[in-house]
C-alpha cells in the first residue's frame, strides 16, 4: 500500500507526488533522518537570501512608489478604502487588491514607523513565510527526503523570492503566501478527502484573491489540474464548488466595494494586462528550459528536468502539466509560477533518482520482476564512496546559493533607487508648479524602472508616461500606456527631436524632462544597456528649447521653455482627487 503522502501511478488519473523508491528501500527512515538535519539549514539559506539584500539597504528595493502612496491614501483616509488613489495625479481607481496595503498600514500604525521602512522589511518576511507554507506543501506531496531537496530548490531559485521582496512585494508576496496555503489545503481535500479542509482552502483562496489578482489567477488554473487529478467522485465536486463559492464570499468585502463603486469593467480591464499568449514565446522557453532565469547552469532546473522524466515514464503528468500550463496560460508571471511545480520536481528527483543512484544498495533491495515471471532478478547497481553523495548534493547547493546571491541581473533589479536621484525628486516636490506634468527617462523596460514609478510618489508631481496604476483602465488603457512608455524610453539615445515627435503622435504634453544618469537595469530590446550613453542628456543641453533647472550626479531636470503644440493629455479617466482619494 503507498505510503502517506503518495499516490500510486494510474492510467486514469493524474499524479501529484513522487511514488517511494522501490519496494524494500528504507526511503522513509532516510528522509526521516534528512527532515532533522537539513530542513533548518534549508530554511536558514532562504531566510537570509531574502532579507540579506533588506537589511542591507535604507530604501525599498527596486519598485513600491505606487503602493507606498496607495498605503499612504489609506492611512489618511482611516482605513476605509478610497475611491481613487493620489498616486500620479490623483485620478487612477483604487481597485487593487487591498489586503497588503492595509497590513502595511496597521503595521506602520501599530509600530509607529514610516510606511518606506514597511514597504522595505514586511514584503521580505512574508516571503520568509512563503518558504514555511511551501515546506508544508512539500511534506504532503513528498516523502520527507524529497520535501526536504524541494525546499533547498524552492529557497533557491531567484524567482520564489526575487520579486516578492521588492517594495512592490508588500502585495505580491501576501499573494503567494496565501496562494501556497490555500494550495497544501487544496491538496488534502481533493487527494486525502479531508472534508473540513473546505474552511481552510476557502479562506486561503479567498485571501489570495484579496492580495494579488495574478497569484490568484495562479490558484485558479492549479487548483483546476488538482481537481482533473484527484477528483473521481461526485463528493469530489461539491467540495470544490463549496471551495469556490467560499472563495468568493471571503473576498466579497473587496470585489463587491469595487463592482458597486466602479462596476466589472476595472476587474476586467486588469485580467486583460498579462499578455497574450505567444507560441514562439512557449517554444523558446522549453526549447531553451528557461524555467529559473539564472544566468549560470541551474542545477534546480536540470534536477526538475530529471523529475520531469520520471514521472512522464510513471505517468504521474501533474507536476509536468503543472509548469506546461503555467508557461499557457500565465505568461507574464510564468517563472514565478514554476518555481513550485520545478522544486517538487528536484524532490521528486532526489528521491526516485539519486538516491538509488548514489545507493550502495544489495541485490534484494534493487531487484524487478520481470513480466510474467514471478522470480526476482538482480540487476546490478552502481557503487560509490560513502562521502560522493553528500560532496555532489553540497556542491549544487552551494552553486545555488552563488547563483541566487551573485547574478548581476538579479542583483541589479534588487537594487533601490540612489540617493541621489531622491534628491532630484525632493527638489522637484519643493520647486516646481504643484500641477506640473514629467516626462521621466530613464531608459528602462517598465517593470523595473524605479525612477518612473517612484517619481510620482516622492515628487508628487504627474509623471505622463509611468505605467504602473494604468492595469485598472478601462478601454485598453494598460496597453496604450505600455506602448507610449516603450516608445518614449526609446529617446534615451536619440535626441530632442524623438521627444517632440512622440509628443505630438502620442498627444502627450510635458513641462519638464527628468533624465537619470545611471546605465538601466534591463534595458528595451531596441536599447541594449551597453549603448546608454546620456545622449538625450547632451542633445537637451545643446537645444534651445529645453533649459536645465537641476543638475545633480543622479539626475538632471529640464524645464520646456517651447513645447511642441498636442491636442490631448494622459490620465484624463476621472475627475482630479482630493488628498483622500476622493473625487473633488
Sequence with gaps: MPSKGSIAPSPRALSAVAEPIPSGTDVHALGGTMTAAFALPALILGFGIRLLPVLTATFPLNDGGMFYSMVEDLKRSHFALPAYTSYNGGSLPYTYPP?????????????????????????????????????????RMLVPAGAVAALFAFALLPRSFEWEVMG???????GFLFAVLALTELYGLLRNREAWR???????????????????WFLAFSAALFVVAFVRSRLGIVHAALVGIGTLAVS????????????????LAAGQTGGALSVEVVLSAFAQLDLTQESLFSPAL???????????????????????????????????DVAVPLALLVGVAFTEFLIPFFSRGTPELTSRRREGDDRKSPRRTMSAPRWFAPAVLGAAVMYSLFSAIGSPLIMASLATLPTTERAAMAWAASNTPAASRFLVISGEAWAVDRSAEWFPALAGRVSVATVQGSEWLQNGGFAAQLSRDQAVQ?????????????SRSTGVAFDYVYVDRRPPVRSQPSLPAAEYSWALEYA?????????????????????VRPPATTATPFA??????????PS
Excluded: K
Aim: with cysteine; aromatic share 10%.
Design 540 to 560: 537637451l543641453r545643446a537645444d534651445p528649447d529645453y533649459r536645465v533647472v537641476y543638475d545633480g550626479s543622479g539626475a538632471v531636470i529640464f524645464a520646456v
Design 99 to 139: 489586503l497588503g496595503f492595509y497590513a502595511g498600514a496597521a503595521m506602520s500604525e501599530l509600530l509607529h514607523v514610516d510606511v518606506l521602512t514597511v514597504l522595505r522589511i514586511l514584503p521580505a518576511l512574508v516571503s520568509c513565510l512563503t518558504l514555511l507554507a511551501f515546506y508544508r506543501l512539500a511534506t
Design 490 to 502: 526609446a529617446c534615451a539615445v536619440q535626441g530632442s527631436a524623438c521627444l517632440a515627435s512622440w
Design 302 to 336: 536540470v534536477l526538475g528536468a530529471v523529475g520531469v522524466l520520471v514521472s512522464l515514464r510513471d505517468r504521474r503528468y501533474l507536476l509536468p502539466a503543472w509548469i506546461a500550463t503555467s508557461l499557457v496560460l500565465d505568461p507574464r508571471n510564468y517563472l514565478t
Design 573 to 582: 479617466r476621472h475627475a482630479p482627487a482630493d488628498d483622500y482619494g476622493r
Design 198 to 216: 473546505v474552511i481552510s482552502a476557502s479562506v486561503f483562496c479567498g485571501l489570495t484573491l484579496m492580495s494579488h489578482l495574478e497569484f490568484g
Design 168 to 174: 512592490g512585494g508588500l502585495t505580491r508576496s501576501f
Design 252 to 267: 466579497s468585502p473587496w470585489w463587491l466595494t469595487i463592482v458597486l463603486l466602479e462596476g466589472l469593467r476595472p476587474l
